[in-house]
């Protein structure tokens, strides 16, 4: 089922349910059920009934020691971020899916004047759950992850509010809710998928533009950059650099490695794919703001 029309299965007090596991997710592993029966007003047998539901519908779950309690799901995340998003007017439709990343599920959706958004729901910790649970089982703790989710989230926010008014490659945040973030959605495929490209030259300077201007005008460095989060829309050929959660700020003293890392990995994918050559040392003072142009 499409996550609208799960959430359209739901009403004020199921709302109401997973509001209050959301807000206690720092507080409990699993919220006990005394806590839930205290905070929502219903018979313990509705309550119960409607618990039962929202396990079999994915949203929480349920847990398998003998001291009963409930925690939230990533699914049940979703449905309070997709709430405040429709509340709030950043959107007015949410479609299906359009893409699923390492750490990630993408949505397309659209503004209250039919204007196309990508929302990001992120899901840290899901893919590394299979390597990691086996050695440490400490670290499959989701409520960890959807806490991390939270903060990735409003840490892409950040960027992709700000950083649209000095580059136009970069896709433009609208909003954000919990561990969602809406932003404009790329027509566009991703640099990896792109066996052609008209004027590949070009592409590389618009990526280098976006880096630029994430360091001269907010002080960051990607610091993930690959052909994998570069997205070229598909009509004019305008690259846009994504999937930002993990930027260093200059204060850390790592941030130049990071930078030239992100500036020799892309010169090198242009060289290998598209033979394009670019000096690395100009293309790094560009970057940093030491020249104006790439070449010269
Ligand atoms: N604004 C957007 N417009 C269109 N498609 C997008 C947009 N943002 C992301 N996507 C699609 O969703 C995919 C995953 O996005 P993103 O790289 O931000 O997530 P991720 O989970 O961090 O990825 P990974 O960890 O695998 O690099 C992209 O490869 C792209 O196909
Ligand atoms: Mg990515």
Known sequence: M???????????IDKKILLLLDKLLIRYEYVPLSVIEGSINVPPRELALRLGRLSEMKLIKRSLTSRTGYRLTFLG?????????????????????????????????KSSKGAPLAVKFYRIGKASFQKVSRVRQYLTNERCWLIRSKLAAEREYSVLSELPRYTENVPRAYGWSRHAVVMSYINGVELYRCRELRKPTE??????????????????????????????????EVPYIIDWPQYV??????????????????????????GVSIDVSKALRFVKGEVNEVIG
Request: charged share 25%.
């Open 203 to 236: 592409v590389l300077y618009g990526i280098f533009n976006a880096l630029r201007a994430a360091f001269i005008h907010l002080g960051i460095v990607h610091s993930d950059l690959s052909e994998y989060n570069v997205v070229v829309s598909i009509e004019d």
């Open 249 to 274: 700020h200059r204060d850390n003293p790592l941030h130049l490695e990071y930078l030239k890392r992100d500036v020799l990995y892309v010169i090198k994918f242009f060289k290998r794919r598209y």
């Open 77 to 109: 995340l979703d449905c309070l971020a997709l709430g405040d998003l429709v509340r709030d007017g950043v959107i007015a439709y949410l479609g299906s899916s359009i893409g699923t990343g390492k750490e990630s599920e993408v949505y397309i959706a």
């Open 2 to 12: 499409l996550l609208a029309e799960i959430y359209k299965e739901l009403d004020y």
